[in-house]
């Protein structure tokens, strides 16, 4: 196997194992949700991405075969460029279709009280849904899991990397677990999504802090 082929088989392996489950996941749940409320999935609109790259990867494969042991091994690196080439065109796509399929909405066909996709960010997929009070949404360390924020002490801005963000549906409240990146101190702080900018909030009530803290600690880890 040539490095063209070995690259296309890892390809087919990690992206093949999210098409089909995102396949079936639509197949299986088309019937029991609005229309509207499926097309507003992230992953439903996105998916086109991924069937076009399947589709490359397969039609790639089989033109390096049709070329021979030794030409593939000369071409090899035009392939698996045209390759990484269409996945950063795509980056955002491709990246926003793994986090789906992690996402415990992926086949969640419950009437949501949650902001579903329409709190979804990149790096960002629900780890645990109750369907009823409590949603908990895990980051994924990337540059869209970190955040500056002014230190009250210092007046100067220190970086954070996001580790969740709990929404409590039953009193409408939303908080943001994040954690210091040069001290690793974390804090749990209120959290108000809205434009321009998210803006945030010091926590006063102990029973908000602990909920929060709770719902995050409780959620179980692969």
Same mark, same amino acid.
């Given at each position: 196997?040539?490095?063209?082929?070995?690259?296309?088989?890892?390809?087919?392996?990690?992206?093949?194992?999210?098409?089909?489950?995102?396949?079936?996941?639509?197949?299986?749940?088309?019937?029991?949700?609005?229309?509207?409320?499926?097309?507003?999935?992230?992953?439903?609109?996105?998916?086109?991405?991924?069937?076009?790259?399947?589709?490359?990867?397969?039609?790639?494969?089989?033109?390096?075969?049709?070329?021979?042991?030794?030409?593939?091994?000369?071409?090899?690196?035009?392939?698996?460029?045209?390759?990484?080439?269409?996945?950063?065109?795509?980056?955002?796509?491709?990246?926003?279709?793994?986090? =789906?399929?992690? =996402?415990?909405?992926?086949?969640?066909?419950?009437?949501?009280?949650?902001?579903? =996709?329409?709190?979804?960010?990149?790096?960002?997929?629900?780890?645990? =849904?109750?369907?009823?009070?409590?949603?908990?949404?895990?980051?994924?360390?990337?540059?869209?899991?970190?955040?500056?924020?002014?230190?009250?002490?210092?007046?100067?801005?220190?970086?954070?990397?996001?580790?969740?963000?709990?929404?409590?549906?039953?009193?409408?409240?939303?908080?943001?677990?994040?954690?210091?990146?040069?001290?690793?101190?974390?804090?749990?702080?209120?959290?108000?999504?809205?434009?321009?900018?998210?803006?945030?909030?010091?926590?006063?009530?102990?029973?908000?802090?602990?909920?929060?803290?709770?719902?995050?600690?409780?959620?179980?880890?692969?």
């Amino acid at each position: 196997m040539n490095k063209t082929e070995e690259f296309i088989s890892e390809e087919k392996r990690h992206y093949g194992k999210i098409y089909s489950d995102i396949a079936f996941a639509i197949s299986e749940i088309k019937d029991f949700l609005d229309e509207n409320i499926l097309k507003n999935r992230k992953y439903y609109s996105r998916q086109p991405v991924l069937d076009k790259y399947m589709d490359l990867l397969d039609s790639t494969n089989q033109e390096t075969k049709n070329r021979g042991f030794f030409k593939g091994l000369i071409d090899g690196d035009k392939y698996v460029n045209l390759l990484k080439t269409f996945k950063s065109d795509h980056y955002q796509e491709l990246d926003q279709l793994k986090k =789906c399929h992690q =996402c415990k909405c992926l086949k969640c066909t419950a009437v949501c009280k949650f902001d579903s =996709c329409d709190g979804c960010k990149a790096g960002r997929h629900v780890a645990y =849904c109750d369907h009823e009070r409590t949603n908990v949404a895990f980051f994924d360390n990337s540059q869209n899991s970190m955040l500056n924020l002014t230190n009250n002490n210092t007046g100067k801005d220190d970086r954070y990397t996001v580790l969740a963000i709990v929404q409590d549906s039953l009193e409408d409240k939303r908080y943001i677990l994040i954690e210091n990146m040069q001290n690793k101190e974390r804090f749990i702080l209120y959290y108000y999504p809205k434009l321009p900018e998210d803006d945030y909030g010091e926590i006063t009530d102990e029973e908000d802090f602990n909920f929060a803290a709770s719902a995050y600690e409780n959620v179980e880890r692969d």
